[in-house]
């Protein structure tokens, strides 16, 4: 496909698919009402995540020459200028749309647009921080969807609560995946500032607080059997089970396998949520 190619990849729209998961899953759990404003919340926040893409890969360009050398601007597909076009364009085409939505909507916007920034050029080097950022993001497009539709629940801050933490361990693990160029260009990673082995051990307890979170909306009767079903039988195990490889000292050579089975685990737990209010039970 070429340059054409080269722009949807550097944008991943995989992550962008699961943005609009997340800000449809905000949605439902907090209305039943599906109009233009659903349509409109759910083409923001992709938007904004793709844009964020591209300027992490144009300042990750040297790194990424050690690390994934195949991504589109060490592999010579797309410039850097193309890249950062691409973050201005999106950012800006986001930001706009978010008018019509609402003040905090355009607020929200707004704010992550220039925090990827941050994150890319500067929050990325520092480790949690920057992992903290992302996962924030993560869990916001849950939030967002639910101020579009206008009412925030108590539901969604609990499943919000859970993509945070989810996220987390996963940028954890992909430290410890990235480790070689992240200490070669002095990025201060969760991995290289206290090893992998205890970052296995914070992954692992950080699982623990997912679990928790993810049992909570059962505990209080906030979701009926999908949810039970997916979040929690079928997914919950596969995230103690990529914990378990952290806990047993296997993180660095198992980084890749671990970090498939959180993503694994994260799909199935959002998917839970977001089918949750078209209950049978």
Do not use: Q
């Amino acid at each position: 496909m070429g340059k054409l190619g080269a722009y949807v990849e550097i944008s991943r729209p995989k992550n962008a698919l699961m943005s609009i998961l997340g800000t449809l899953t905000g949605w439902v759990n907090s209305t039943s009402v599906y109009d233009g404003r659903l349509i409109l919340a759910c083409l923001i926040p992709p938007l904004v995540l793709m844009a964020g893409n591209a300027i992490n890969d144009y300042y990750d360009a040297e790194i990424d020459a050690i690390n994934k050398p195949y991504r589109p601007i060490p592999s010579g597909r797309i410039s850097k200028r193309e890249a950062l076009n691409i973050y201005i364009a999106l950012s800006l085409f986001g930001i706009a749309l978010s008018i019509f939505l609402g003040f905090i909507e355009f607020l929200i916007v707004t704010a992550f647009s220039l925090s990827w920034y941050a994150y890319a050029r500067w929050l990325k080097r520092t480790g949690v921080p920057g992992n903290a950022l992302v996962s924030l993001g993560v869990a916001f497009t849950l939030i967002f969807g639910s101020l579009a539709a206008g009412n925030l629940t108590n539901k969604v801050i609990i499943f919000s609560s859970v993509a945070f933490t989810s996220n987390l361990i996963r940028e954890f693990v992909k430290a410890v995946e990235d480790l070689p160029g992240d200490r070669a260009h002095g990025v201060r990673t969760i991995a290289v500032r206290i090893g992998v082995k205890r970052t296995g051990i914070l992954v692992f307890l950080l699982s623990l607080a997912t679990v928790v979170l993810t049992i909570l909306p059962v505990i209080f009767r906030l979701t009926g059997i999908i949810y039970l079903s997916l979040s929690v039988i079928i997914s919950l195990p596969i995230l103690m089970l990529a914990s378990a490889i952290c806990l047993k000292g296997k993180l660095e050579e198992r980084a890749r396998e671990t970090s498939s089975l959180i993503k694994v685990s994260m799909f199935l737990g959002l998917l839970g949520m977001l089918l949750d209010p078209f209950r049978v039970v």
